[in-house]
């Protein structure tokens, strides 16, 4: 919980590398998930792939998130800056 008002804290930040930094680390943690799977020798290829596949999908959904609530805050900044400065023509 706490994390998602940090990203969007982070993601209302002039800098829009701000919000970036926790989808990034979510990403990260997901391959280092990945590495970390224990792959048998007797699994086959198909086998192995639906296992990374899978983990590699299910490890991502909090990236998925993070950078929804990142593209959303930063879509309501452009919004809020395009009627700021239609508002600041309309005073001219």
């Known amino acids: 919980m706490g994390g998602i008002f940090l990203q969007i ?28 799977l224990a792959v048998y020798d007797g699994m086959k290829a198909g086998e192995i792939f639906i296992l990374v596949a899978s983990a590699f999908l299910l ?21 809020r800056a395009e009627l700021e400065k239609m508002s600041i023509q309309d005073l001219k």
């Open 9 to 36: 804290f982070l993601s209302k930040k002039n800098s829009k590398w701000f919000g970036l930094i926790l989808p990034a680390i979510a990403f990260l943690n997901s391959l280092l998930i990945i590495l970390g």
């Open 59 to 79: 490890s991502n959904i909090p990236t998925i998130v993070l950078l929804g609530i990142y593209f959303g805050c930063r879509e309501k900044m452009k919004l």
